[in-house]
């Protein structure tokens, strides 16, 4: 089965400074990316997704990369902000009833 | 929409009874999926369904789990005994999505944190 990585588990940066979190993905079969964002004491949110016949999307400060060919995907968050502060997870989907394969989660801290 | 509801927030339990989480999925979505957070173990898939049908319940990590979907806007699950290491947070997500290959966002409701001491 697919099998997701995410690195790195945690990542401190300072307010204003960008955020990188890389994923790599096993299945040249999936075809959908979503990242969630999660909150203390929250389930979590999606906050960008992309699909297979793109390679880059953005949505205002955060984007997010794909490489099908090396499988890897990347968000990235520009000009961080302390309310950006969360744990963030990748994950991949083949499409199959939707069913989605989390990597580890990354913690990020932003320091005002 | 309300978005996914959980039953309850937070359940204290001692060793050995039984716990039901409940899970209310957005309406109109099909597919059901039941997770386990902890922090040595992150995210785990349990359960999903689909059309009220399990799918797969390879997640599941013993006989003491099970879950039941009776209907589009209901579906439990069941830990019968409860032990400590079932302490997690335990969250509910619905989506649109079917067999054929249909990419959507999975909604998450806010979680059932479970401890059973």
């Known amino acids: 089965g697919e099998n997701v990585e995410q690195h790195p588990s945690t990542l401190s940066v300072q307010e204003g400074d960008s955020a990188v979190i890389k994923c790599t993905y096993s299945?040249?079969?999936?075809?959908?990316f979503p990242w969630y964002k999660q909150e203390l004491g929250k389930g979590p949110q999606l906050i960008i997704d992309i699909r297979s016949n793109v390679g880059e999307k953005k949505d205002q400060r955060i984007a997010v990369t794909l490489n099908k060919t090396a499988k890897h995907f990347s968000l990235h968050i520009t000009e961080t902000q302390p309310e950006d502060s969360a744990v963030y997870f990748c994950?991949?989907?083949?499409?199959?009833?939707?069913?989605?394969?989390f990597g580890s989660g990354t913690k990020l801290n932003v320091k005002p | 929409d309300a978005g996914v509801i959980q039953s309850p927030r937070h359940e204290v339990t001692e060793m050995g009874q039984e716990v039901t989480l409940r899970c209310k999925p957005i309406?109109?979505?099909?597919?059901l999926f039941w997770y386990r957070q902890t922090m040595m173990r992150g995210l785990e898939l349990l359960i999903y369904?689909?059309?009220?049908?399990?799918?797969?319940d390879s997640g599941m990590p013993e006989d003491r789990f099970s879950a039941k979907m009776p209907n589009a806007s209901f579906s439990t699950l069941k830990i019968q005994p409860s032990e400590p290491r079932d302490s997690a947070v335990y969250f509910c997500a619905s989506s649109r999505g079917t067999s054929g290959g249909d990419l959507d966002e999975q909604f998450f409701g806010p979680g059932t944190r479970l401890t059973v001491l």
């Open positions: 299945d040249s079969a999936s075809n959908y």
């Open positions: 369904f689909n059309n009220n049908v399990p799918i797969d």
């Open positions: 309406s109109g979505h099909n597919s």
């Open positions: 994950a991949a989907s083949t499409g199959n009833f939707n069913k989605f394969y």
